[in-house]
């Protein structure tokens, strides 16, 4: 941006975890960024660190190379049926536009080896749209990212350094305060992405807007305090859907590793102590967070078999899992049951009714149609803890990723991604896909690099 008396970046980014997209984005169409971060342990302490790396994507190559026929439209109704019909179609239907072009660019120009998930469905998405990466990792993906990053000599990072504040000059941003253990800076600025994800840390927030949840294990990045809140209220910004959120009933117990969904999506079933399933497990992983909260207190167990166990071995969660000992065998139901504390009456009557109905002897009373197959030979199971993950209401922004007030208008210079955004999940977590946590952190983090781009032209 050509400015004789400007000496500070063209973009600061807060957030180093979806906001690297931005950072890397913006610099390879020519502008100078700063990356700051109020985590020095960011690589592997932010959200999109904990992600199974699953950015959901429609019409991509891989897909059409996979026979797969999808098209932004059809993700767009997918969401709109999960959530009701109550959600942000602005930033869906801009995140669904621009989902091919960034998976894409991700492994085109950041070198990632992307591809497309086949070997089982994710609840509610109609078609295998869900890109990832080898091991599924989040950690793995972001240190790609990183990786990428550290080779742009436009891009300089600053961490902890903490974003405070933006200065807003009749509507137009000007600046950005930084707080550093050296002091408080204000940095000029034109634009500030703000990445620093939602509240799920700030319990008083948690219990204020989600308080269903707020008894779960918090598994989120420690930073993810509401700052964009509180920045964006400060300079007129509009906030929506702050009671959505993803939760995830699949941690694993003690070693807070995710038990991937997978292993109910191929036939598992929860329990609780007294060997009972309580819900339909296919409704998606996130809203059966509140199931287990509310009806397995003293904890659940995935019930898996040898097929679903050798199924589960691409997922690098369920590996650090396995390798936790967060797996116990069994050769009977009771040896199992008496391994982990279950009632061994329960789990072996409610072993015999999953059985009838994976096999369409008789209708589950929860509702569950899909089993892929009913278990067999030994048994084994897996502890797990109710969690939240993330919160997914936050600032309101427009196609390109530009902060609004409450009359649509756009603050100048202001954007926002990821949790600190107002996602696609509707209200509450009944509403969540897969992905749709890491879509919106990258997504929104891309459309905002290319709006300020093209803005500086």
Same mark, same amino acid.
């Given at each position: 941006?050509?400015?004789? $008396?400007?000496?500070?970046? *063209? %973009?600061?980014?807060?957030?180093? +975890?979806?906001?690297?997209?931005? &950072?890397? #984005? =913006?610099?390879?169409?020519?502008?100078?960024?700063?990356?700051?971060?109020?985590?020095?342990?960011?690589?592997?302490?932010?959200?999109?660190?904990?992600?199974?790396?699953?950015?959901?994507?429609?019409?991509?190559?891989?897909?059409?190379?996979?026979?797969?026929?999808?098209?932004? $439209?059809?993700?767009?109704? *997918? %969401?709109?049926?999960?959530?009701? +019909?109550?959600?942000?179609?602005? &930033?869906? #239907? =801009?995140?669904?536009?621009?989902?091919?072009?960034?998976?894409?660019?991700?492994?085109?120009?950041?070198?990632?080896?992307?591809?497309?998930?086949?070997?089982?469905?994710?609840?509610?998405?109609?078609?295998?749209?869900?890109?990832?990466?080898?091991?599924?990792?989040?950690?793995?993906?972001?240190?790609?990212?990183?990786?990428?990053?550290?080779?742009?000599?436009?891009?300089?990072?600053?961490?902890?350094?903490?974003?405070?504040?933006?200065?807003?000059?009749?509507?137009?941003?000007?600046?950005?305060?930084?707080?550093?253990?050296?002091?408080?800076?204000?940095?000029?600025?034109?634009?500030?992405?703000?990445?620093?994800?939602?509240?799920?840390?700030?319990?008083?927030?948690?219990?204020?807007?989600?308080?269903?949840?707020?008894?779960?294990?918090?598994?989120?990045?420690?930073?993810?305090?509401?700052?964009?809140?509180?920045?964006?209220?400060?300079?007129?910004?509009?906030?929506?859907?702050?009671?959505?959120?993803?939760?995830?009933?699949?941690?694993?117990?003690?070693?807070?590793?995710?038990?991937?969904?997978?292993?109910?999506?191929?036939?598992?079933?929860?329990?609780?102590?007294?060997?009972?399933?309580?819900?339909?497990?296919?409704?998606?992983?996130?809203?059966?967070?509140?199931?287990?909260?509310?009806?397995?207190?003293?904890?659940?167990?995935?019930?898996?078999?040898?097929?679903?166990?050798?199924?589960?071995?691409?997922?690098?969660?369920?590996?650090?899992?396995?390798?936790?000992?967060?797996?116990?065998?069994?050769?009977?139901?009771?040896?199992?049951?008496?391994?982990?504390?279950?009632?061994?009456?329960?789990?072996?009557?409610?072993?015999?009714?999953?059985?009838?109905?994976?096999?369409?002897?008789?209708?589950?009373?929860?509702?569950?149609?899909?089993?892929?197959?009913?278990?067999?030979?030994?048994?084994?199971?897996?502890?797990?803890?109710?969690?939240?993950?993330?919160?997914?209401?936050?600032?309101?922004?427009?196609?390109?990723?530009?902060?609004?007030?409450?009359?649509?208008?756009?603050?100048?210079?202001?954007?926002?991604?990821?949790?600190?955004?107002?996602?696609?999940?509707?209200?509450?977590?009944?509403?969540?896909?897969?992905?749709?946590?890491?879509?919106?952190?990258?997504?929104?983090?891309?459309?905002?690099?290319?709006?300020?781009?093209?803005?500086?032209?």
């Amino acid at each position: 941006m050509a400015d004789e $008396e400007f000496e500070g970046p *063209d %973009v600061i980014v807060a957030g180093a +975890g979806g906001g690297v997209v931005a &950072a890397l #984005r =913006a610099a390879e169409r020519g502008l100078s960024v700063l990356l700051v971060d109020a985590d020095e342990q960011f690589r592997r302490g932010n959200n999109t660190s904990m992600s199974t790396a699953m950015i959901p994507a429609m019409g991509t190559r891989f897909q059409k190379a996979a026979g797969i026929e999808d098209s932004p $439209e059809t993700f767009v109704a *997918d %969401v709109a049926k999960k959530t009701g +019909g109550d959600y942000n179609e602005v &930033a869906a #239907r =801009a995140l669904a536009g621009v989902s091919a072009e960034l998976v894409e660019w991700l492994s085109d120009s950041v070198g990632l080896e992307i591809d497309v998930v086949t070997d089982f469905a994710y609840p509610g998405h109609s078609v295998h749209r869900c890109h990832s990466i080898p091991g599924r990792s989040g950690s793995a993906m972001l240190t790609g990212l990183l990786d990428t990053l550290s080779k742009e000599e436009l891009v300089d990072v600053m961490t902890p350094a903490k974003l405070v504040d933006v200065v807003v000059e009749d509507g137009v941003v000007t600046g950005a305060v930084i707080e550093t253990p050296a002091g408080t800076e204000e940095i000029p600025t034109h634009a500030v992405v703000i990445a620093t994800n939602g509240y799920g840390a700030n319990r008083e927030l948690v219990a204020e807007h989600i308080p269903e949840i707020s008894g779960a294990h918090y598994h989120g990045g420690e930073y993810s305090r509401g700052d964009a809140l509180r920045i964006g209220a400060a300079v007129g910004a509009a906030s929506d859907y702050l009671d959505a959120y993803q939760g995830h009933a699949g941690l694993a117990a003690p070693s807070a590793s995710l038990a991937t969904w997978a292993t109910v999506m191929h036939g598992g079933f929860l329990v609780n102590t007294a060997g009972e399933r309580y819900g339909n497990e296919t409704t998606g992983y996130s809203e059966y967070a509140a199931q287990s909260l509310a009806h397995a207190a003293d904890g659940s167990f995935i019930i898996i078999d040898q097929r679903i166990y050798d199924a589960c071995q691409s997922f690098q969660d369920f590996l650090d899992v396995v390798e936790g000992k967060g797996v116990k065998w069994g050769d009977a139901p009771e040896e199992l049951a008496e391994a982990y504390g279950i009632d061994p009456a329960g789990l072996v009557r409610t072993l015999s009714e999953t059985r009838r109905f994976a096999a369409g002897d008789e209708e589950d009373p929860h509702g569950r149609t899909f089993w892929e197959a009913p278990l067999e030979g030994r048994l084994a199971a897996i502890r797990v803890q109710p969690a939240l993950f993330h919160t997914q209401g936050g600032l309101r922004v427009d196609e390109h990723a530009r902060v609004v007030k409450q009359d649509g208008s756009a603050i100048a210079g202001l954007y926002a991604s990821g949790g600190a955004a107002a996602g696609i999940s509707g209200h509450g977590a009944a509403g969540y896909l897969a992905g749709n946590g890491l879509l919106p952190a990258l997504g929104l983090s891309y459309l905002a690099a290319e709006d300020i781009a093209s803005r500086s032209a």
